[in-house]
């Protein structure tokens, strides 16, 4: 390794962080921040170190393998992230480089700085708190995954939920880099604040858990279109504004017409809350028993024409459209851009029932939109303290390589360690339907279950962007979310056609020092895969696509930000791409999830056809997106525990 040492320019820095990145991750490991808490640290071959600190029921773990750093370069920024940084600096973006200033920055061997070699004591026997044994152990710490986990801790199981990395929340993880605080994945919320029956999922988890979520509340974001560029806000009739301009008198009939219909349908969408459902015949009891009049309450209310219209609620959403007979170009295009970004899929895919809820949402009076303060980890951070303030664990940096099936049933799991955690009860993954595929024994899994996962079509991935730059060159009045579309004609599916802007310290000023803002840039689920498979990361060839396929990103970025913006001045650029989200959120191909239409297909449920399987998350019903999955977790919770001990939940908090 001597040849590594000396000074390196800034790629080759990279290039050989990778490499020891690597030796990390792909054994579910990574550097502890707390590790080398002076500015030099050298190497150690093959140890690990206990981590200390952090929340109660949490025990990171280490492998040292290979590591340099300086005081002078950590991620370019000027400051070492493993030693003065959380664990965020290096969780998401190990392979892409930042700069400060624009300046390229150098990287010193540890030797250098004549540190020493780390002692470690013994490898514990333990990666995680308490026994190697739960009633229920849950894989990965995504949305799903952690409502999942807290309720069942809330229902009194003992919960202990596994994640490869060293930091909960999947794709809805932050991270952080020298002073500035990324959300890596959703940043678009609402419903946090409402309450009863009609409530986001998420937020009668959080209720549940007695974690609220404090918000900031907003009601436009920028758009920016061939037709032209305008804020707009939710709400009943604001829009329409939007329409009279930038399309035609018919647009606005044809919108009024649409929430006309839909609107009314909505108290039938949310009659039934999610958490009600459970996975067995239970399900008469604590949703069909319990919420049958309100039910029928709304059918009446509806009418016949709404209940005619109802029974399309688990149909394509381009059925009522077309019903409606609404054919204005601009309104089916609108229509398509919401059903992709909520569903992963333009109208003709969409559930209806996932866009009326989205519509009541967003165009009832008084609606808003929001934004958790301290930015999505505030989410994250709620999930785990609800799950541990009920005794559920978590262990993080703890890989799983295989479940366990034992006599026909998922007996445990087998960590990548080699050590084996026994289930009582049963496994419950929170990876993607064909992750979770890879740590099944084939021998055990029915080939029919194996051919319709295979046969399952994928959502293709991302690209993203993250920048920190000086707030002083853009506008003041700046929103936190822009949508650029480039070209109608090629579909809002289509690859490099469509970025969405997420400004959030807009409104969490804590997300970044004062006078600065974060921003983060994405194509939203339209990277193919197929041009970045089988590419080395350290390649001169992976570093030009990424420049090349960034370029979409920095001009949304422009558009957004003004000519006052210059991107040599950011102080932090960050480019992600589909490589990075399958190597660091173990999400096969990088797929944002399942692309199964509505009407040709559904969801799978959440039992397997291996007894005390169950799955969750955006490979299971309802589907992709936040509330869904939060949704798909707690349904699983609620099959675990007997009917009574559900209905009294239901009871706790008020549904």
Known sequence: MSAVCGILDQVEWIRVRAEFDNAWTEEGLSPRDNIGATSSFSPSFGRELPAHGGAPGVLRRVRVSEVYQSSSMAFGVGVPAWACSSPYAHRFWYDLGVRRGGRTASARSSSEQGSSVAQAPPKPANPFPGKPEADVIVIGSGIGGLCCAGLLARYHQDVLLLESHDIPGGAAHSFKIKDYKFDSGPSLFSGFQSRGPQANPLAQVLDALGEPVPCASYDSWMVYIPEGEFSSRIGPTEFFKDLEKYASLDAVHEWRKLLNAILPLSSAAMALPPLAIRGDWGVLSTAGFRYAPSLLKSFIQMGPQGA????????????????????????????????????????????????????????????????????????????????????GRLALSTHVEKIVVENGRACGVKLRSGQFISAKKAVVSNASMWDTLSMLPTEVIPKSYQDRIKSTPQCESFMHLHLAFDAKNVPEDLQIHHIVVNDWSRGVDADQN??????????????????????????????????????????????????????????????????????????????????????FLRRNRGTYGPAIKAGEATFPGHSTPIPQLFCCGDSTFPGIGVPAVAASGAIVANSLVSVPEHSQLLDAIGI
Not at 331 to 356: C, H, T
Not at 558 to 582: M, N, W, Y
């Open 498 to 583: 469509v970025v969405l802007l997420s400004i959030p310290s807009t409104l969490s000023k804590d997300l970044a020092p004062p006078g600065k803002h974060v921003l983060h840039a994405y194509t939203p689920g339209t990277e193919p895969f197929g041009i970045w498979e089988g590419l080395d990361r350290r390649s001169s060839e992976y570093r030009s696509l990424k420049t090349e396929r960034a370029e979409v990103m920095w001009r949304a970025v422009e558009r957004a930000l003004g000519p006052g913006f210059s991107r040599d001045d950011c102080e932090v650029k960050l480019i992600g791409t589909p490589l990075t989200h399958q190597r």
């Open 308 to 391: 005619l219209g109802a029974t399309k609620l688990l149909r394509p959403f381009s059925e009522i459209i077309d019903s409606l007979g609404l054919k204005d170009p601009f309104v089916r295009n609108w229509l398509d851009l919401l059903s992709f970004l909520l569903a992963g899929v333009k109208s003709d895919g969409a559930l209806s029932a996932e866009m009326i809820y989205m519509f009541s949402e967003w165009y009832k009076p008084g609606c808003t939109l929001e934004y958790p303060i301290n930015g999505t980890d505030a989410i994250i951070n709620a999930l785990v303290r609800g799950m541990q303030k009920f005794g």
